[in-house]
């Protein structure tokens, strides 16, 4: 095959993982073993791998979110080895590749850990909370059409490019299950941080920070205590930065306007 | 002409304008009065489901993801087209216009084609008010790049994550709906059938993901905008969740199907690494811009390379084949994608290819990253080398990539009308859903142009047209029609549980990828369709007999998710043959190998083959029967494709 690595030994691994038949049930980590693999394969086709067994015996496959395998739609989510997303920085799921683990390892695999994200089936939990906190303000209130043209609104290429960097975000979720606290700080404020640098965002400026803090509160995510794990676990590298900007969006809104009690 | 296509008359300049006059207006205080399903959300179907309910009608939106964010249209790289002529280079309408058809080798609607480069300039305006961050000169102002297929730079792009930031522009129109309760959004659920009650499309049957409930969804008109069939192929650029199962459904309740072998092949792909492999990745058209492909000159050199004994980063410029830039001199590697993606496997068919398989061929930025620095290409290249280096533990920048073609999208797809109607009435196909834009080949950075345009700006339009015409009374679900399809849905998804046998749906669907690759891939021949059509016909047979599924359907059950979807795929892929074999001629990415000229290009027929070949559904285990829309040049000339 076409692998880069030809030579590499296949694997034989264990893995432990979560198994949870729904939202009203209780978990458990039960453990499984897969022979040959690959160290081309993709963390996800060694999952695959395990589900096509499972079922070819009649047991039920690891549910788990995944679509793109990309690295770019934030469906896939697995807390690895105690890491979310697993060993590798800056990496999702779907782009870790066995050629991270050796022969012979134990992976323990589990569902992000957040009251805010109820788990659904084994490793696929509900982050719809994130949804309803953009939702609250995550966004320009243009209708369709009507728009000037684009070039009407030079915007200069460090602040461009700074407000790119922080839509990046990919809403896998990695932020909250990394912190100790369940907080959603990192992935509120690259939105709030993207719209606040854009001319664009200046209309609505106060009330978008005050309604997406006030629906993240709602939500039952954590306080942020600035450990800075969401930011060194996230898979798109979003900065700390943000939060400081969120941070600082919050209290000029809070202390101007009257937007909320 | 078998269907009224409703392309209205007049100038090409002037029909967009005249239809957008003479189409009937639903008065504002009854818009709220209608109801409209959208199915899918992704950039044709978000954007439409934000504009509808910014008119006023009441949306319902569904998408089978755990949110509307993550529809396949986030994975788009490299850009979206317009003919905005910022970069003064001599752009306009016309000339997107113009090689939209060229491109499309000209299999697609004059007409559809014009009106979408018209709105191409609209698009980037509104995108840029939605706070989309596109990428920008140091004066501010909007940057531009070239794309394949195109000799000016009119591809607007925000890094290496186009898709993505115009995905997130369209979800963030939709959020403000929903949080303004005018669209209803349901997530984790699955369009099993359309509902059609005295003629007229007027609802769905879906099931819940989580909970596996089965449910019935009335409106005044059905909008599906649920992307291509590529993973027929089983390996394909598409996500995983990406199927035909939406479009399918509506097709056998009457929706035509057209031009279903037009499928997309992309030229530069990540290889195949082996048989666990479960998608492709694609590296964005926009490298070859700045990335030269090639091949070693002779077999016996490509042969030591495929054996490890010479490093590909020893090979000196005299041995290397630059095949594009020798044999296009005027496009070089900016070739489009069907040309790109034949060439590179002929390369391979003569013993040159690369890499441990011979699959491959080099993509190579030596020459770039000397002139500019690394840094500088890392600007504009930085995630897709990333992620090439985290795939094949390769690093890009020390040595050349290694590419190959991979189906990525489909430009064939549900017949639609100029309202981008279908022919069931009420019935909408908006995005690469519908087959109309793209001819027989899609150009780089026109998948998001269209989806968009479809969404914000022509739909939201043309739909008025019909609802104007259907009284403003609510509609339920009480008809008998929505219990039958409901019943129909049931009894489906019971059989598929019931079967018991020793076939994984993945297993089956690996086989029909095969099948399809093999024989209704990159090059097809009558010979090889024959044969893969009873190789098909017996694989379906096998599955209805010998799946395996465990678990239950009244809960989350990934693996019956699947099988419906592969179900589907084995009917639609013997569809996709059987309109192969019936084009006898080779154009776009059809490449027929009888119908080539003696240089081995595409060699169209455009006497006999000039018409949409539109696919009507007659019944179980019936031939279906062709319907011909001829298709009428008036602005362009047909001539023999040339990018020499």
Known sequence: MAGSNPNAKPMNLTLKVWRQKNRNTN????????????????????????????????????????????????????????????????????????????????????????????????????????????????????????????????????????????????????????????????????????????????????????????QMDKEGFGACSNIGSCAAECPVGISLENIAILNREFLSAKATSNNLA | MFQDSKIPEGPLTEKWEKHKFNVKLVNPANKRKYDIIVVGTGLAGGAAAASLAELGYNVKAFTYHDSPRRAHSIAAQGGINAAKNYQNDGDSVFRLFYDTVKG???????????????????????????????????????????????????TFYARGQTGQQLLLGA?????RQIAYGKVKMYTRSEMLDLVIVDGKARGIITRNLITGEIEQHAAHAVVLATGGYGNVFYLSTNAKYCNATAAWRAHKKGAYFANPCFTQIHPTCIPVSGDYQSKLTLMSESLRNDGRVWVPKTVELAERLRKGEVKVTDIGEEDRDYFLERKYPAFGNLVPRDVASRNAKQMCDEGRGVGSSGLAVYLDFADIIKRTGAESVS??????????????GEDPYKQPMRIYPAVHYTMGGLWVDYNLQTTVPGLYATGECNFSDHGANRLGASALMQGLADGYF?????????????????????????????????????????????????????????????YCGMARSAEGLRHAKAEIQKLRREFWSDLKLAGTEGEMNQALEKAGRVADFLELGELMIDDAYNRN??????????????????????????????????????????????????????????YK
């Open chain 1, 27 to 214: 978990g458990q980590i039960v453990d499984y073993q897969v022979r040959d693999i690959s160290p081309d394969m993709s963390f996800l086709e060694m999952l695959d791998v395990l589900n096509e067994d499972l079922l070819r015996k009649g047991d039920e496959p690891v549910a788990f979110d995944h679509d793109c395998r990309e690295g770019i739609c934030g469906s896939c989510n697995l807390f690895i080895n105690g890491r979310a997303h697993g060993p590798e920085a800056g990496t999702t799921t779907c782009q870790l590749h066995m050629r991270k683990f050796s022969d012979g390892d134990t992976i323990t695999i589990e569902p992000w850990r957040a009251n805010a994200f109820p788990v659904n089936k084994d490793l696929s939990v509900d982050r719809s909370a994130f949804d309803r906190i953009i939702q609250a303000g995550g966004y320009v209130s243009v209708n369709t059409g009507g728009a000037p043209d684009g070039n009407e609104i030079p915007i200069p290429k460090e602040i461009a490019d700074r407000a790119f960097e922080a839509a990046t975000c990919i809403a896998c979720g990695a932020c909250v299950a990394s912190c100790k606290n369940s907080s959603a700080m990192l992935f509120v404020s690259a939105k709030v941080s993207q719209l606040a640098l854009l001319p664009q965002g200046n209309v609505e400026r106060k009330t978008r920070v005050e309604n997406m803090v006030a």
């Open chain 2, 104 to 154: 499309g080798d000209y299999r697609a609607r004059e007409a559809n084609v014009y009106r979408l480069a018209q709105v191409s300039v609209n698009i980037i305006d509104q995108c840029v008010a939605q706070g989309v961050p596109f990428a920008r000169e140091y004066g501010g102002l909007l940057a531009n790049r070239s794309f394949g297929g195109a000799q000016v730079s009119r």
């Open chain 2, 171 to 175: 979800y963030s129109a939709l959020s």
């Open chain 2, 379 to 392: 600007q504009k290249y930085g995630n897709l080398f990333a992620m090439y280096d985290k795939i094949t």
């Open chain 2, 458 to 518: 022509v739909l939201p339009y043309t739909i008025g047209d019909q609802l104007a015409q259907t009284p403003p009374t609510p509609v339920t679900t009480q008809h008998p029609a929505f219990a039958e399809a409901e019943a129909q849905v049931r009894a489906r998804i019971d059989k598929l549980m019931s079967i018991n046998g020793t076939r994984t749906p993945d297993d089956f669907h690996k086989h029909l990828g095969h099948i399809m690759w093999e």
């Open chain 2, 585 to 642: 001629e080779s154009c776009g990415g059809h490449f027929r190998e009888e119908f080539q000229t003696p240089e081995g290009e595409a060699l169209r027929d455009d006497e006999n083959y000039a018409y949409v070949a539109a696919w009507q559904f007659n019944g179980e285990d019936q031939p279906e029967i062709l319907n011909k829309e001829e298709l009428t040049f008036e602005n362009v000339k047909l001539t023999q494709r040339s």
